[in-house]
């Protein structure tokens, strides 16, 4: 199946087929969407969901201010010191407080997540943009400005709790609205697509993706012979395989990425009217992604690179925002678009079906305990409310099961819904009862249904009655059988697309992240298997890979799925960020010229003035500075500045008070990251020492006006891309 050889007929037939939601009917549900409400009343609004959600946990914090130390049943105690016969004698059994102390150290730790072990929470507050009842029941969609609160996680995907941040990984977006129906969870990543399109290969997927079970080795990477034999075998995995490749497996911070459903959902209307969606979580603050030597030298440097950020900014108030939005299409387009809807590895292109924003979530509170809340918070897709529905998409049916699996074992039992990061913030009513770590009362005698003891109650609730949850109907026939459905078959059409939207520059970031990852590929066996994948793909992209495996045959270019067709919202890095606020800048200066310490401190205050967080960099801590070049590091900023009269400790880099050459070393490694770099007046002799010439975002001016101006426009161009070299003849 050559499915987007049709692109071009399709771009002219679905928009109008599958989404009329982007005018007329919500047109002006529409009208209050984005900035202007924001002036209206999201502020203020924003504000009281908040507080209520700090109402709602207030009951289970404790304060240990100023009170004495008790057991956990309330005992006053003095253990700092156990129970002894003798000063030098041995511990006694009778010591309670020393058991239980021990014991409770002990019992602390739960399993951890199989998956999204390593992560990162916060509350915030989602802000509907109107009323959608014309295409959902969900009671949080219902009206213009609702607020309703949220929490989100974000995660890499298989590395373990102690990983690094910047591990070329796909990443975590889950998110639940704490709606007036009950919870509702996304549970996404951060690219449109997925590795697998059954459920069954779940467990092989992950063994494969794992460190290698004889040495338990890479940790929370992909390069190694597992990962890449199960790629080159089960290849529903390259679609996926190339985004993470191309950037989105290194995004430059949670901050900086969207995030996906993946798997197709329905809407309902309140009379059982669907329509097909795909759920999509837009980055306001625009999508960015390390380069590979930076993300490797952020996780040698700050492992926690990525929470420390998410953290930082809403502590200082930058609280990051996505939109929420839908792909629409109705029901009978499932294979309209040259391949199935419900092949999670596909994606709809957004020129083909664009997205329908739906409201704001902004994330503004840090949780207070991480394990309580972030840890213990269990994200599934069975958390659904009415006006949201399940399609027949097989890996979101095996979800279905295996995410309520997973948090039933993560817990020891059934009652993981009552830690307060997961209840609702709304009654529950059900004959569910007893299980291990039962925190309710239940008062009702009769806990089954029908009774007449307890007058019939709890009731069921449906699509007539009490508002409930109801299944739309749908009609599904055929004979039991073990196959895939020959509508996922087509495993290269799609990542050829994902190629050929990119620009050359991030094809060769693609190149290069596939060399590294095949280079520790030991098995000759695999590697070629991988390449003869690659070129059914692009011939080209198998040659290039080919390079640095001496050992492989590149197969003559293999044309089933070669098309050249392209879509504009695959590319990370040829779209500019929408805002640079809660970027991190440096200036570097020096703490023996007080001219280098005075244009520091005005520089820093016109930066600021940006909305960058900034780090004055010298020797030491004097006043006005606020990072020393013992631990200053290029990881640490999005661009910096050299301030004039600090050139000689770049010129001459040896100091007790830093590594030896690290002023000079920051600068450089900031270019080679391809970061916005530059000197105010005498200072750009610092980068003739370094070769770096004035170029695209390298700037060079005596005016701070102009270097604010280069500046704020290089940031948000964020990478060039143009300092690398390419493949010759690519």
Not at 96 to 116: G, N, S, T
Request: net charge negative.
């Amino acid at each position: 199946m050559r499915s987007f050889l049709y692109f071009s007929t399709l771009l002219g037939t679905a928009v109008a087929a599958g989404c009329p939601y982007m005018s007329g009917e919500l047109s002006a549900e529409l009208s209050a969407r984005g900035e202007d409400l924001g002036k209206r009343q999201v502020a203020a609004s924003i504000e009281e969901t908040t507080i209520s959600t700090q109402e709602f946990l207030a009951p289970f914090e404790l304060n240990d201010t100023d009170v004495y130390m008790t057991t956990d049943s309330g005992t006053p105690i003095d253990e700092a010191v156990s129970l002894k016969a003798g000063l030098r004698g041995p511990t006694l059994l009778e010591d309670f407080i020393f058991r239980q102390k021990l014991q409770r150290f002990d019992h602390e730790r739960i399993p951890e997540r199989p998956v999204h072990a390593r992560g990162a929470g916060a509350y915030g507050v989602f802000t509907s943009y109107g009323n959608f009842s014309n295409i959902t029941a969900a009671s949080f969609l219902s009206e213009a400005g609702k607020q309703t609160p949220m929490f989100t996680r974000m995660s890499t995907v298989i590395g373990e709790r102690g990983s690094t941040d910047s591990a070329r990984d796909v990443h975590g977006l889950a998110t639940r609205f704490y709606t007036d129906e009950g919870n509702f969870d996304i549970v996404g990543i951060n690219v449109p697509v997925f590795f697998i399109n059954d459920a069954i290969l779940f467990p092989d997927l992950i063994h494969a993706l794992k460190p290698q079970p004889n040495n338990q080795i890479p940790q929370a990477a992909t390069a190694h012979d597992t990962a890449y034999d199960f790629f080159s075998q089960e290849t529903s995995a390259l679609n996926l395989v190339m985004m993470v490749m191309a950037g989105y497996g290194i995004p430059r911070s949670y901050r900086h990425m969207d995030g996906w459903g993946v798997h197709t959902y329905r809407l309902v209307t309140n009379e059982g009217a669907t329509k097909l969606v795909k759920w999509n979580w837009k980055s306001l603050q625009g999508k960015a992604s390390f380069l590979w030597e930076e993300a490797q030298a952020v996780g040698g440097k700050n492992s926690d690179f990525h929470r420390q950020d998410m953290w930082n900014a809403i502590e200082a108030g930058v609280y990051p925002e996505w939109e929420l939005g839908v792909q629409i299409f109705d029901e009978d387009q499932q294979l309209a678009f040259g391949f199935d809807v419900l092949d999670d590895t596909k994606f709809v292109p957004e020129e083909i079906v664009p997205i329908t924003p739906l409201g704001r979530m902004t994330l503004n509170a840090n949780p207070q305990n991480y394990f309580a809340e972030t840890e213990q918070i269990g994200f599934q897709p069975g958390h659904i409310v009415r006006g949201i529905d399940f399609s027949d998409d097989p890996v979101l049916q095996g979800r279905l099961y295996s995410y309520l699996d997973a948090q039933l074992n993560r817990y020891g039992g059934p009652n993981f819904e009552q830690a307060p990061v997961n209840r609702p913030r709304v009654p529950i009513h059900n004959n569910n009862r007893d299980g291990k770590a039962q925190a309710y009362i239940p008062t009702n005698i009769a806990a089954y249904s029908p009774n007449t003891l307890n007058f019939g109650s709890p009731m069921e609730a449906n699509q007539t009655t009490g508002k409930g949850f109801f299944t739309a109907p749908r009609y599904v026939s055929g004979e039991l059988t073990r196959e895939l459905s020959p509508t996922f078959a087509d495993h290269w059409t799609q990542p050829r697309l994902v190629w050929n939207s990119l620009s050359p520059a991030e094809q060769q970031i693609a190149v290069n992240a596939i060399r590294f990852e095949t280079s520790h590929v030991v098995s000759a066996t695999v590697r070629q298997n991988f390449i003869n994948q690659l070129n059914l793909i692009d011939n080209g992209l198998a040659v290039r890979v080919a390079q640095v495996l001496v050992d492989v045959t590149v197969p003559p270019p293999d044309t089933t799925y070669y098309h050249n067709n392209k879509t504009s919202y695959i590319s990370i890095f040829n779209n500019s960020l929408p805002t640079i606020k809660g970027l991190n800048f440096g200036i570097l200066a020096s703490i023996y010229s007080n001219q280098s310490m005075s244009q520091a401190a005005t520089l820093s205050r016109q930066f600021a003035n940006l909305g960058l967080f900034v780090s004055v960099v010298a020797e030491t801590f004097v006043p006005g500075v606020n990072l020393t070049y013992s631990t200053a590091d290029a990881i640490d900023f999005d661009g910096l500045l050299v301030t004039p009269g600090s050139e000689s400790i770049f010129i001459n880099g040896t100091s007790p008070l830093y590594p030896l050459g690290r002023p000079l070393q920051i600068v450089q490694n900031a270019y080679d990251f391809g970061k916005p770099v530059g000197a105010l007046g005498s200072a750009s002799t610092v980068f003739h020492t370094a070769n770096i010439l004035e170029s695209p975002g390298v700037y060079f001016s005596n005016s701070t006006a102009t270097l604010l101006t280069d500046f704020e426009a290089g940031l948000k161009t964020f990478k060039f891309l143009e300092r690398f070299p390419l493949d010759p003849g690519y």
